[in-house]
C-alpha cells in the first residue's frame, strides 16, 4: 500500500513542471491511476513514458502498488484531446 | 534472472509472432488487465497465443526482468516488447495494433 500523497509527491518529483493527478480506484491504497503532463514526454514513445513513470516510483512499483493504469500526455497533446 | 528462464523467455518469443504474457488464460483470465489484453487482441483480429505467467512462477518474475516492465500483462509482436494493458488499449483505440498484429505480407 502507499498514500495517495506519497505517489503524488513522487510523481512530481520526477516531473518538475508537469501536471500530475492520481485516483486510488478502490480505497486500498494500491490500485492506483495516474496522469502525468509533462514536457518531458517530447518526442517519446508509450513504453519510454512508462518506463519513465514506473523508473519513478521504483521498488513502490514492485512491492506497494498492485495496479497503476497510466496516462502520458505532453501539454500540447493534453490541450487537442481534453478528457 | 537464470539463463535456462532467460532461454524459455527468448523461446516463446520467437516462436510466437503475436505473444501474450497474461494472469490466466484465454477463457478464463485472471486478472481485469489480462482480460482486457486479451480483448483488445481478440477485436483487433490477431492470432496470439498466451502464457499463463500463474503456472510458471520463473516466468512470472522472469518476464518482469526480461522486459524491464514492472507488470502482468505484457505483450510481445514480431519478437518486439509492445508495452502493458494500457498501452495496448491506446493502441487499440487507434487502429494501431490492428495494423500491428497483421502478418507483415
Known amino acids: ?83 | 534472472m537464470r539463463d535456462d528462464v532467460r532461454s524459455k523467455i527468448q523461446g516463446y518469443i520467437q516462436s510466437n509472432r503475436v505473444l501474450l504474457f497474461m494472469k490466466g488464460t484465454k477463457q478464463f483470465p485472471q486478472c481485469g488487465f489480462s482480460a482486457r489484453a486479451v480483448e483488445a487482441l481478440k477485436r483487433s483480429g490477431a492470432e496470439f497465443e498466451t502464457i499463463n505467467v500463474l503456472s510458471d512462477p520463473e516466468i512470472r518474475e522472469g518476464i518482469k526482468e526480461f522486459s524491464n516492465w514492472p507488470t502482468i500483462p505484457q505483450v510481445y509482436i514480431d519478437g518486439q516488447f509492445v508495452g502493458g494493458s494500457d498501452i495496448l488499449l491506446e493502441l487499440f483505440q487507434s487502429g494501431e495494433l490492428a495494423k500491428l498484429v497483421q502478418p507483415k505480407s
Open chain 1, 1 to 83: 500500500m502507499i498514500e495517495p500523497s506519497e505517489l503524488l509527491r513522487m510523481l512530481q518529483s520526477a516531473f518538475p513542471g508537469g501536471d500530475v493527478q492520481v485516483e486510488d480506484l478502490t480505497g486500498t491504497r494500491d490500485h492506483y491511476r495516474a496522469v502525468v503532463v509533462s514536457e518531458a514526454f517530447e518526442g517519446k514513445g508509450l513504453i519510454e513514458r512508462h518506463r519513465a513513470v514506473y523508473a519513478a516510483l521504483g521498488d513502490a512499483m514492485r512491492s506497494k502498488i498492485h495496479a497503476l493504469t497510466l496516462e502520458t500526455k505532453t501539454p500540447g497533446e493534453r490541450g487537442r484531446r481534453l478528457t
